[in-house]
C-alpha cells in the first residue's frame, strides 16, 4: 500500500472485489525551484508527509486500519534516502499491525500498474519509460521476467526533464513538453541514437547524445520552442517504438504493456494506434505517475502467490533489475 521510490509519497488502499478504494500521491513541488529532485529534501518531505497520507488513504477508502490484511512496500530500485523512508514506515505498519509485509519491485509496479484496468494476457513485452528507467521486457509471466535492454545513459523522462530544463519551462518536464510539441511541427530531424543496431545492444538505448544535440539547438535560438519541441519528441518515440516492435517480431509476441510516468505522453499513445499487428496497452493517466495504487495491487498479486508475508528483514536498494529480484525473495521468506 506504499510507495516512495523518489519524489511522490503515496498510500492507497485495494480491495481483491472492489478494487482501489483510495490512492493519495503527494508530490514534493518543493524540487521544482531545483529543476530536479534534492535527495536529502526528498527523505525529510517523505518522513514529514506519510503520516498525513496513510491518514487520508485510511479514511477515503472508508475502513479502520485494523481491517488491512497486508501491508506491500516499493523496496527497490530507486533514491535510496527515500526507499528507506517509505520502507521503514511500511516495515512499522506491519510490525504494529500484526500484518504481513509485501516487498514490490518498482518497475515491476508501473507494468501491473496495467492490470488495475484490465488483466492481460502472458506473454507480452513491456516498454517501461519513466523518469528513472528506459528499459525492454519480456514477462512470460508474474515473476518471470527476461532483461532485453535498457538505457545506456539517461532515462527517456529524464531528457524530457532536462531538455525542458534547458528551455525554462519548469518541472517536470514531460507533460510540459508533451503540450507544447502539440503547437510545433518536425522541422528538425535529431538523432534516432542506436536505432538501427544488431548485436547485443539491439534493444539498448542511448539518448544523452540526442538530448546534447536537442540542448545545442536551442543554444542557437533559430527554432522555436514548439517546433525542438515536436522534433525532439519524435526522435524519442520513433526509437522507442522501432525497438519495441522489433522485440514483438523477436520473441514472437503480439502484446505491448507500456509502463511508467512517459507512458501518459499523448503523441506516445497516438503512434501506437496507427500500428496493426501489436495490441498496445497502458494505464489510465493516473495511473502513469508514480502511485501506491500499483504497489498495493502487485502486493496482492504477490501475497496470492505465497500465501505468506516476507518478514521485516529485507532492505531497500537503489539498483536491482527486474530480472534478478524475483530470486531475492527466496531469502525473505517469514
Ligand atoms: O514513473 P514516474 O512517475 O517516476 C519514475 O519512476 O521515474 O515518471 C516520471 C517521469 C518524469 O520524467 C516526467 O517528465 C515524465 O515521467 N512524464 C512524461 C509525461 N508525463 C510524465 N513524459 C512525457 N510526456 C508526458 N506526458
Ligand atoms: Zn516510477
Same mark, same amino acid.
Given at each position: 500500500?506504499?510507495?516512495?521510490?523518489?519524489d511522490d509519497?503515496?498510500?492507497?488502499?485495494?480491495d481483491?472485489?472492489?478494487?482501489?478504494?483510495?490512492?493519495?500521491?503527494?508530490?514534493?513541488l518543493?524540487?521544482?525551484q531545483f529543476?530536479?529532485?534534492?535527495?536529502?529534501?526528498?527523505a525529510?518531505?517523505?518522513?514529514?508527509?506519510?503520516?498525513?497520507?496513510?491518514?487520508?488513504?485510511?479514511?477515503?477508502?472508508n475502513?479502520?486500519?485494523?481491517?488491512?490484511d497486508?501491508v506491500?512496500?516499493?523496496?527497490?530500485?530507486g533514491?535510496?534516502?527515500?526507499l528507506?523512508?517509505?520502507?521503514s514506515?511500511?516495515?512499522s505498519?506491519s510490525?504494529?499491525?500484526?500484518k504481513p509485509i509485501?516487498?514490490?519491485?518498482?518497475?515491476?509496479?508501473?507494468?501491473f500498474?496495467?492490470?488495475?484496468?484490465?488483466?492481460?494476457e502472458?506473454?507480452f513485452i513491456?516498454l517501461?519509460?519513466?523518469?528513472?528507467?528506459?528499459?525492454?521486457?519480456?514477462?512470460?509471466?508474474?515473476?518471470?521476467?527476461?532483461y532485453?535492454?535498457?538505457?545506456?545513459?539517461?532515462?527517456?523522462?529524464e531528457v524530457?526533464?532536462k531538455?525542458?530544463?534547458?528551455?525554462?519551462l519548469g518541472?517536470?518536464?514531460?507533460?510540459?513538453i508533451?503540450?507544447?510539441?502539440?503547437?510545433?511541427?518536425e522541422?528538425?530531424k535529431?538523432?534516432?541514437p542506436? !536505432?538501427?543496431? +544488431?548485436?547485443?545492444?539491439?534493444f539498448? *538505448?542511448s539518448f544523452?547524445g540526442?538530448? #546534447?544535440?536537442v540542448? /545545442?539547438e =536551442?543554444?542557437k535560438? !533559430?527554432y522555436s +520552442?514548439e517546433?525542438?519541441?515536436a522534433s *525532439?519528441?519524435?526522435a524519442?518515440?520513433? #526509437?522507442?517504438?522501432? /525497438?519495441? =516492435?522489433?522485440?514483438?517480431k523477436?520473441?514472437?509476441v503480439?502484446?505491448v504493456?507500456?509502463?511508467g510516468?512517459?507512458?501518459?505522453?499523448?503523441?506516445?499513445r497516438?503512434e501506437?494506434?496507427?500500428?496493426?499487428?501489436?495490441?498496445?496497452?497502458y494505464?489510465?493517466?493516473?495511473?502513469?505517475?508514480?502511485?501506491?495504487?500499483?504497489?498495493?495491487?502487485?502486493?496482492y498479486?504477490?501475497?496470492?502467490?505465497?500465501?505468506?508475508?516476507?518478514?521485516l528483514?529485507?532492505?531497500?536498494?537503489?539498483?536491482?533489475?527486474?530480472?534478478?529480484?524475483?530470486?531475492l525473495?527466496?531469502?525473505?521468506?517469514?
Amino acid at each position: 500500500m506504499t510507495s516512495l521510490p523518489c519524489d511522490d509519497t503515496s498510500v492507497a488502499v485495494y480491495d481483491s472485489e472492489r478494487g482501489i478504494l483510495s490512492n493519495i500521491v503527494s508530490s514534493q513541488l518543493i524540487h521544482v525551484q531545483f529543476g530536479g529532485v534534492y535527495p536529502e529534501i526528498a527523505a525529510r518531505e517523505h518522513t514529514k508527509n506519510f503520516l498525513p497520507v496513510l491518514d487520508k488513504a485510511i479514511k477515503d477508502a472508508n475502513i479502520s486500519l485494523d481491517k488491512i490484511d497486508a501491508v506491500a512496500c516499493t523496496f527497490m530500485p530507486g533514491l535510496i534516502v527515500s526507499l528507506v523512508v517509505g520502507v521503514s514506515a511500511a516495515k512499522s505498519l506491519s510490525f504494529s499491525l500484526n500484518k504481513p509485509i509485501i516487498p514490490v519491485h518498482h518497475i515491476e509496479a508501473h507494468i501491473f500498474a496495467n492490470f488495475l484496468v484490465k488483466e492481460i494476457e502472458y506473454p507480452f513485452i513491456a516498454l517501461v519509460v519513466s523518469g528513472g528507467h528506459t528499459e525492454l521486457v519480456l514477462v512470460k509471466d508474474f515473476e518471470k521476467y527476461v532483461y532485453l535492454g535498457g538505457t545506456l545513459d539517461d532515462a527517456v523522462g529524464e531528457v524530457f526533464d532536462k531538455v525542458a530544463r534547458a528551455m525554462d519551462l519548469g518541472f517536470p518536464g514531460g507533460p510540459i513538453i508533451d503540450k507544447l510539441a502539440k503547437q510545433g511541427k518536425e522541422v528538425i530531424k535529431f538523432p534516432r541514437p542506436l !536505432i538501427n543496431e +544488431k548485436g547485443e545492444n539491439r534493444f539498448n *538505448f542511448s539518448f544523452s547524445g540526442l538530448k #546534447t544535440a536537442v540542448i /545545442k539547438e =536551442i543554444r542557437k535560438g !533559430i527554432y522555436s +520552442k514548439e517546433d525542438i519541441a515536436a522534433s *525532439f519528441q519524435s526522435a524519442i518515440i520513433e #526509437t522507442l517504438l522501432k /525497438k519495441t =516492435i522489433d522485440a514483438c517480431k523477436e520473441f514472437n509476441v503480439s502484446k505491448v504493456v507500456i509502463a511508467g510516468g512517459v507512458s501518459a505522453n499523448s503523441k506516445l499513445r497516438e503512434e501506437v494506434s496507427k500500428i496493426k499487428d501489436v495490441e498496445f496497452y497502458y494505464p489510465p493517466l493516473y495511473l502513469c505517475t508514480d502511485n501506491a495504487a500499483m504497489v498495493a495491487y502487485t502486493g496482492y498479486k504477490r501475497f496470492l502467490k505465497y500465501k505468506k508475508g516476507f518478514g521485516l528483514s529485507f532492505e531497500s536498494k537503489a539498483k536491482c533489475r527486474i530480472d534478478r529480484f524475483p530470486e531475492l525473495l527466496r531469502n525473505f521468506h517469514s
